[in-house]
């Protein structure tokens, strides 16, 4: 693994947010390391495909990278805001009913987080 590589990986393993390639590239930055986005997008795109980081893809906005140990996703329909949160394991559920081995699924449940419920009020 290239040390940009690795700098990536760290960076959004150590992150609790959900980071966009802009937001990576921002923070790389801060810490005076020298990478151009286009770099950080070839990282991602190999960090993804080798399956070492998760991809959170959401309609209207950038696309976002996530540590890959395994979670699902809530997404807040007002303001956007994505919590992690672990749901039961669904694989042997859906594997039945498919009657075939899945690799894995992604699941993102949509909601209105706890601030926008106290805002509406
Ligand atoms: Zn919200
Ligand atoms: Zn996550």
């Keep these: 693994m290239t040390d940009n590589a690795k700098i990536i990986l760290e960076t959004i393993n150590n992150s609790n947010d959900h980071l966009t390639a802009e937001e990576i590239f921002f923070k790389l930055k801060e810490q005076s390391y020298k990478i ?3 770099t950080v997008y070839n990282n991602l795109n190999t960090l993804y495909r080798e399956g070492l980081i998760r991809k959170v893809s959401i309609e209207g906005q950038p696309d976002r990278y996530d540590k890959s ?13 994505i919590s ?3 749901f039961d394991d669904l694989t042997n559920l859906i594997n039945e009913q498919l009657n075939d081995s899945i690799i894995s699924y992604d699941l993102k449940v949509n909601y209105i987080c706890d601030e926008c419920k106290k805002n509406s009020n």
């Design 36 to 38: 151009v986005l286009p």
């Design 84 to 86: 992690d949160f672990n």
């Design 69 to 81: 140990i395994k979670h699902d996703h809530l997404i807040c329909q007002k303001c956007g805001k």
